[in-house]
Structure formats: structure tokens, C-alpha cells
């Protein structure tokens, strides 16, 4: 029988599930969600995807939002960006590092 032999086969084994531009994406579209979700906005981004490109480059797709949605992200990356401190606690405009007296 044809299926029975021992032979190697030619199929394409490879996955772009399995490249690194797609847990890249894959890794953006959690860390986003995350934020979403303790924003209160998850619901909002119904179509929040990764993705890639036909060159194999990662895209995440966060799809059409209404404009309520749009005012309240743009609310929060001002509140972001005024925030005087950084992630690691340090001031914004001195590139996040944090000085002891």
C-alpha cells in the first residue's frame, strides 16, 4: 500500500505559528490585553489579534473601535505620558533611572 512505506515524505513541516515573529506578536497582543483588561476596555477590542504579514513579519491586529473608545485610550496615554515617574520609578524625562541621596 502507498501509506505503509518507509519513505521520507516531502511535505513542509514548517509553521509560522512556530517563528519568532509570531510569539512576538503573540507575547504584544497578552501584554496589551492585560492593560485592556485592567483598563476596563477588553470588551471594546473584540477583533485584538497577532498576526503576520505575507513576509512573515508580526502585526497585531486590533481592529475598528468606537470613538467613546478612542477618547478613553487617548485619556489614558496622556495620563501616561504626564505621569512623572517611569516604569522603574524614575522621572520620564531622565530615561527612567532613579538616583539615591
Not at 29 to 42: F, K, P, T, W
Amino acid at each position: 500500500m502507498h501509506g505503509d512505506s518507509a519513505e521520507p515524505r516531502d511535505d513542509a513541516h514548517w509553521s509560522p505559528l512556530d517563528s519568532r515573529e509570531w510569539r512576538a506578536a503573540r507575547d504584544a497582543v497578552s501584554a496589551l490585553r492585560d492593560v485592556l483588561i485592567a483598563a476596563g476596555l477588553e470588551r471594546e477590542f473584540p477583533y485584538l489579534r497577532a498576526d503576520l504579514n505575507v513576509f512573515g513579519h508580526g502585526l497585531i491586529e486590533v481592529g475598528r473601535i468606537s470613538p467613546e473608545t478612542a477618547e478613553r485610550v487617548a485619556e489614558l496615554l496622556r495620563l501616561a505620558l504626564d505621569c512623572p515617574h517611569g516604569p522603574h520609578g524614575g522621572h520620564a524625562d531622565d530615561g527612567g533611572s532613579k538616583t539615591d541621596n
